[in-house]
């Protein structure tokens, strides 16, 4: 088994507006480099494996955060795709007329904007990846999304994403997984500060 931390990128200007990102290559700006600059993660994970999305505002999270640890990028942590609502805010989705955006939404791990991606699928790629990194052996840091990072908590949890969270992952905090020789996580901490 191994230690495995997973950190969602600083805020973006899309996040601000409340739009969804996706695959949008959006970067952090002067305003989110400020937040990932105030951040600071536990020493020990200075000195471990570093995984990144390969989307710019992961990329530049944990250039900030991890200054002298060279991160790995790994597709896999890239965003769910929200297909053709990237962009848009999810309440102007759900009062557009004729909107189905709350259906879908009730769907939990089979949710899907159109032409995009569930977070079930999401988790088809996390899986995988998972059980090579608990082969390997070495804790790991993950630097990624909202979605993965929902995706790797149900995968934890059982979570069908139909309800509540058990525990709601806050933004600006990591949370830490033990993961198994198959791949399977278990949740160890959640919403751990990460202190300047």
Not at 47 to 66: G, K, M, N, Q
Not at 84 to 113: K, M, T, V, Y
Not at 173 to 184: I, K, M, T
Request: hydrophobic residues 45%; contains cysteine; neutral net charge.
């Amino acid at each position: 088994m191994i230690n495995c931390a997973i950190i969602r990128h600083a805020p973006t200007q899309w996040n601000v507006e409340k739009r969804l990102q996706g695959r949008t290559d959006i970067g952090l700006g002067p305003e989110g480099r400020i937040v990932a600059a105030s951040w600071a993660v536990p020493a020990a994970w200075q000195d471990w494996r570093l995984l990144v999305s390969p989307l710019v505002r992961a990329r530049e999270t944990a250039a900030i955060l991890f200054p002298n640890n060279r991160a790995e990028i790994e597709p896999s942590l890239r965003e769910m795709s929200f297909g053709d609502w990237e962009g848009q805010s999810l309440a102007g989705l759900r009062d557009a007329p004729g909107s189905d955006a709350e259906i879908r939404e009730a769907l939990g791990l089979d949710f899907r904007a159109p032409n995009g991606e569930s977070p079930r699928e999401v988790q088809a790629r996390l899986l995988p990846l998972l059980a090579r990194l608990a082969a390997d052996g070495r804790d790991v840091v993950l630097v990624s999304h909202k979605a993965v990072q929902r995706a790797l908590y149900a995968l934890a949890t059982g979570w069908q994403m139909t309800e509540k969270p058990p525990v709601k992952l806050k933004d600006g905090r990591a949370h830490l997984f033990r993961v198994h020789q198959d791949g399977r996580p278990e949740v160890v901490e959640l919403n751990i500060a990460l202190g300047g």
